[in-house]
Each structure stands twice: as C-alpha cells, then as structure tokens.
C-alpha cells in the first residue's frame, strides 16, 4: 500500500515538472516490451546476429587484434583437449598394477604433455585478452564516431523526435556496450573451446556424460538469461526517467541555473522532485532484483538435482563395470572443465546478451538515422543571387496537431531586405527555418530560383545562407572558434575575422577579454569565462558575418543588445543589402523595420498582410496598431533632450 502510494507520488511528480510525455513514453514502452516479451530459443537466435554486428564492428575496427583473439583461443581449445586426454593417459598406467616406479615412469610423457598444454593454454589466453584490450577500445570509438556521423546529418526534425533521441540515447549506451562485449565475447569464445574440448573428451570417454554435463548447466542458463532480458527491457522502458534524472541532477549543479535556483529557493523543490523520481527508479531497481533473485534460486536448485543425477550415474556406469576406474577419473576431471567452462559461458553470454541488446539498439539506429538522413536532391543553384518564394506552404511539427504554418505566401528577391514581424508563436522563426532549408515543406512549396527546395541539393542551399538564430548555440569553445564555426573552411583567417568582429560588435567583446579571441567562453572549465547577454549576442552575429554568406538570416538579432549597438547593427544590415546580399529580418523592434523593402505580419501561422511601412500603416491593420503601441510607449512620456531644456530656460 505504501509503496504503491510512492509510486503514485512518483508518477504526481513527472506530470508536474516533466508533463505527460514521461507517462507516454513509459505506456508506449510497455507496451512495446510485451511485444517483445520472448522466450529463451528467440534470444538463442537473436545471440548470433548480436556477435555478428560486434565482429563486423571489430573487423572494422582492428582486425589484427581480432584475428590474433579468435587464433589464439582456438589454440587454447586444442591445448585443454589435450590436457583432458592427458589426464586419462596418466590415469592408465597409474592404476595398472605394477612397480610404481613403471607406472610413473609410463605416465610421464603425459605429464609433461600436461604441463606444455597448460603453459600453452595461459600464454593463448594471456595474447587474447591482450588483442582484446586493443579491439574494445577501437571498436568503442569507431561505433561512437559511426553514429555521431550519422546522427550529424539526419533532418532537423528527426532530432527534435523523442522516440528517435530515446533511441540515440540506448544507441549511445551501445557504443559502450561494445567494449563489455567483446571482452565477454574473449570470454565466451574461451568457454566455448574448453566447453568443445570437454564435450569432445566425455563423449569420447562414454557418450551418455555429456548430456548429462548439459543438464546440469541448462537451468542456470535459462534463468541468466531471463534475468539479462528484464534488465534490457527496464532500461530502455526507464530511458526517459534516467536522462530526466540526469538532467534534474546537471540543473541542480550547472552555473546557468545557480542564480535562479538559490534566488528563488527553489532547491528543496527540486531535490524533492529529484527524490520521488529516484525512487520509481529504485523501486524498479528493487523489482528487478528480487526477480533475478527468484530466477537464480530456481536455476540453482534445478542444476544442483542434475548434478547429483551426472555423479550418481557415473558412479552406476562404474558400479557396472561399464565405465573402468581411470575413465570414470578423467570424467570426473572433463566434468568439472565443462562445468566451470559452462558457468563461465553462461555469465560471459549473460553479459553479451544484456549489453549487445544495446549494441543491437546502436545498429538500429546508425540505419534509422541513414533513414532518416537529410534529403537531398542533385539540381545545382545557379551562381547568381535568386529569388526565395513559398506557395501556400504548409509546416506541422512532428506529433503536434496544429500546423506552425498554415498557408504562407511569401516573395524575397535578391538584394531585399524582407521582414518578418507578428505576435509570439506566429510562425517566423519557423518560416525562416524552411525558407533556409532546415525544415522540408508538410504543404506546398519554397522554391529558390523557382526549383523547389527538395530538388535542389541542400548542402548548395545551406552554402549561401548565414542564420543567426533566437536559440544561436554558445560554444564552449574559444571566442574565436566561436565566430570561426561559422565557415569552418575559414576558421584561420585573420582579416574574416577581424571584419565579422568590426561589424557585429564582437571585436570589443573580444578585446576585454583576458586572452582577447583565445578566450575559452565557458566558466565550467578551467579558464574559461562568461559574458552577458548581449555579449554573446554580438559573438552570435559576429558568427553570421564571418560566414560571409549570400543570404543572411537573422532572427531577433538585437534582443540583448544596448540602444546604441542596436542602431548600429542595423545600419550594418542595411549596409549588407546595399552590398547585394539578402537580408531575412525578424524582430519585434518595429522601429528598425521602417526602411525595409517589405514586411510580412504573421498571426497563427498566416500571413495577415504585407507590404512596405507606409502601406501597412496607411491601411491601419495589425501592423500599424502593434506600431503605435510601440511608438506610445515613447510619445507618452516624451523625455525632453538637453536642447528642449535649453530652449525651456531661454524662454523664462
Ligand atoms: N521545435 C519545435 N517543435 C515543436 N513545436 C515548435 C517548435 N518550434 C516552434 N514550435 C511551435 O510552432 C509555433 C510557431 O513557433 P515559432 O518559433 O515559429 O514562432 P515565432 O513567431 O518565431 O515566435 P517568437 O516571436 O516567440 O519567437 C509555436 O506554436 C511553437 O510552439
């Protein structure tokens, strides 16, 4: 009862900080994990395909080191083969009758065969975990830089899918998965070739021992298993709750959320929300355990009975006379390799099994996000300046039911500087997305030069475009890279630099600095520093600048910026269309819209009306009335200027 009140309390405190899509994705999860809810032979199938991916991936990886691993172990099989055979040959001769000095002496060329197969077998297996050593790591980054290929070129909107993300999330636990199972993979391989030898030697030795060596083993096998496939499918149910764990822990200690959090004191709040989910996660944590508990007493006592069986029938075969003394020596011998060869087995598959699950989840998806890649068409752009139009273009973000963009029809032509004004959650920055190519059409068309945009090779498209976004990302990197990310081709030119820095304002930025542009922009490394607001925001367009491109898109560029710079960078736009370049303005500061050629309003994803300034204010629409409450805000309170106040006293 109390628990199942902790649980509720739990589930009260994910709809308050997270919502409801924490609930969904754990139904959806569940449900998904019933269908994948399957028995032992499913996963004796699916065991295979897993160590294929791995030594695909190690074959790529450092296929000397796997080479090396694989030659290594099967000498290791041969030399317990002939270890085990050894034995029975020493057995032999030391329980004829006979002078014991006969015996021994007619054992020792056995002897010394055991001695080299055992200084043989631990120099293999010293190599092969050597060459292991060297595989896992390798094959780890190539994995890692395989899907971070991969994850940097699918469609924007791919990213911004949590199932995908959920996926790129267990994906990115593969790639470490990769390491656990190629050292257990060493492991299995060891296993499997003494488990081969010891099979072969009993079945030599009297062919009803080894069916009973497998009996003894199947139970722990089945219940290692199951135990491997509820950890699995928990984790991934429990992929949400463990990364908004995480994200609440990074809150707690980032210094973005410092201030906010001791202003407010709203530490407790969070550590509270922190603890509640943490205890869903233990709890199921606790279920897990009691389950492999339960499995694993099961598997024992299931073993132990077919243990006593494999001994009580060896000792009848012996009683009989079917199976001579020395035979029976060497059994026992062979019986206990396998056994602890199986054990082994069983633990290294377990480890396989629970960890390349995700490693299954890394190939998923490398191949969904080549799925999902940027769509490309071939067409090349013309080398001149063209003109960018939407018909009746239509955008709804994955899994939302109202379209951010309804309809829009908008013209920009080479050389203009078009503006895109309208209430909050209007629809601008995602109309600037698409006109830019980040975001392909649900509905209609954007066309550049008159080619709609997804028959034009994107990359050309991306190439003469400068974006400087609300959301522009603050690199944890120098104020320089900062800029020089911009056009990454250009990252070492100093004049590039140096005029970006001049006309967003960052060359002042980058002068206070302590190291100027070799500053590292990020206080949580050691020293890296913080700017303003507006700060960054003259590094953000200095970044727009330094890519130099054909059509610049900026999105609220002067929100944190002063009076003066704000003046400034508007000039310098105009300036750039002056120059040929297109300019994409949004802003909510209509003053500075006044000169541009045209202006869109945008209201629930449409376009309300268009034209210049003067238009706009002459039909007295939405434009002209968010305008005058703009410019009331100023009239009302007219403040006199040092020339009004002169004049004042000269007239007294
Ligand atoms: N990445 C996204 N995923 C889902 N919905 C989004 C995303 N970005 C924006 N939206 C939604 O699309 C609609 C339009 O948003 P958009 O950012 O284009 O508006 P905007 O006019 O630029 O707003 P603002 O003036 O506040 O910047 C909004 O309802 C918003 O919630």
Redesign the pocket.
């Known amino acids: 009862m109390g628990r199942h009140r902790a649980g509720a309390a739990a589930e009260a405190a994910r709809d308050e900080l997270f919502g409801s899509g924490i609930r969904l994705s754990l139904g959806q999860l569940r449900h998904e994990g019933a269908g994948s809810r399957v028995g032992f032979f499913t996963m004796a199938r699916e065991l295979p395909r897993l160590m294929a991916v791995t030594v695909r991936l190690g074959r790529a990886a450092a296929p000397g080191a796997l080479a090396a691993i694989v030659i290594a172990e099967l000498i290791g099989g041969v030399a317990t083969v002939v270890t085990l055979m050894s034995t029975y040959r020493v057995l032999v001769p030391l329980m004829a009758g006979g002078p014991s000095r006969d015996r021994l002496l007619a054992a020792g060329p056995a002897l010394a065969a055991i001695a080299l197969a055992a200084g043989t077998a631990s120099v293999m297996r010293a190599a092969s975990k050597a060459a292991a050593s060297r595989l896992g790591p390798r094959a780890e980054r190539l994995a890692y830089t395989r899907l971070l290929e991969r994850a940097a070129k699918v469609e924007l909107a791919a990213l911004?899918d949590a199932g995908f993300h959920n996926l790129l999330g267990a994906a990115r636990q593969g790639t470490r998965a990769t390491r656990v199972v190629i050292t257990n993979a060493v492991a299995l391989l060891t296993g499997l070739t003494n488990l081969v030898a010891s099979a072969g030697v009993l079945t030599v030795l009297h062919p009803l021992l080894l069916p009973l060596l497998l009996a003894t083993i199947a139970p722990k096998g089945w219940s290692a298993v199951r135990a491997a496939r509820a950890r699995f499918a928990s984790a991934k149910r429990y992929m949400d709750l463990t990364r908004q764990l995480e994200v609440l822990g990074d809150l707690l200690s980032s210094p973005n959320t410092g201030p906010e959090i001791r202003a407010h004191g709203a530490a407790p709040y969070l550590l509270a929300h922190y603890d509640r989910l943490s205890s869903v996660a233990e709890e199921e944590q606790e279920r897990l355990g009691r389950a492999e508990a339960r499995g694993v007493l099961a598997g024992d006592a299931l073993s132990g009975l077919a243990s006593v069986a494999t001994y009580a029938a060896l000792g009848a075969l012996l009683l009989v006379g079917t199976v001579p003394l020395a035979v029976a020596g060497a059994a026992v011998m062979a019986i206990r390799t396998g056994r602890t060869s199986l054990i082994g087995l069983i633990m290294s598959t377990n480890q396989i099994y629970e960890q390349g699950l995700f490693v299954l989840e890394w190939e998923r998806a490398c191949a969904e996000a080549e799925q999902r890649a940027l769509h490309t068409g071939d067409l090349a752009l013309p080398p001149h300046p063209v003109e960018i139009r939407t018909r009746d273009l239509r955008f709804t973000?994955?899994?939302?039911t109202?379209p951010?963009?309804d309809g829009v029809d908008v013209v920009i032509r080479p050389g203009e500087i078009v503006a895109?004004v309208?209430?909050?959650?209007?629809?601008?920055?995602?109309?600037?997305?698409l006109l830019c190519g980040l975001y392909l059409p649900g509905g209609g068309q954007v066309t550049w030069g008159g080619v709609p945009i997804e028959l034009l090779d994107r990359r050309g498209v991306f190439e003469r475009v400068a974006l400087a976004a609300?959301d522009f990302p603050r690199w944890p990197f120098t104020a320089r890279v900062n800029l020089a990310i911009g056009r990454t081709d250009h990252a070492g030119d100093r004049e590039r630099l140096w005029w970006a820095g001049l006309a967003s304002g960052a060359d002042t930025v980058a002068a206070s600095l302590p190291d100027g542009w070799d500053t590292l922009l990020a206080r949580e490394f050691m020293g890296g520093t913080e700017l303003s607001g507006g700060q960054w925001q003259r590094i953000g367009l200095g970044r727009a600048w330094f890519r130099d491109a054909p059509v610049l898109v900026f999105?609220?560029p002067t929100s944190a910026l002063d009076p003066r710079a704000e003046t400034e960078i508007f000039d310098k736009v105009g300036t750039l269309a002056a120059d040929g370049r297109t300019v994409i303005l949004?802003t909510?500061r209509l003053a500075s819209v006044r000169r541009v050629d045209r202006i869109y309003v945008?209201r629930r994803?449409k376009v309300i009306e268009h034209g210049t300034h003067e238009g706009l204010m002459a039909a007295d629409g939405a434009y002209a009335e968010m305008y005058r409450l703009q410019a009331e805000q100023y009239v009302d309170s007219p403040v006199p200027t040092a020339d009004d106040k002169n004049k004042k006293e000269f007239s007294q």
């Open positions: 911004e973000y994955p899994h939302k109202r951010a963009l895109l309208g209430e909050n959650g209007s629809g601008k920055s995602t109309l600037a997305k609300q999105d609220e949004i909510h945008l994803g």
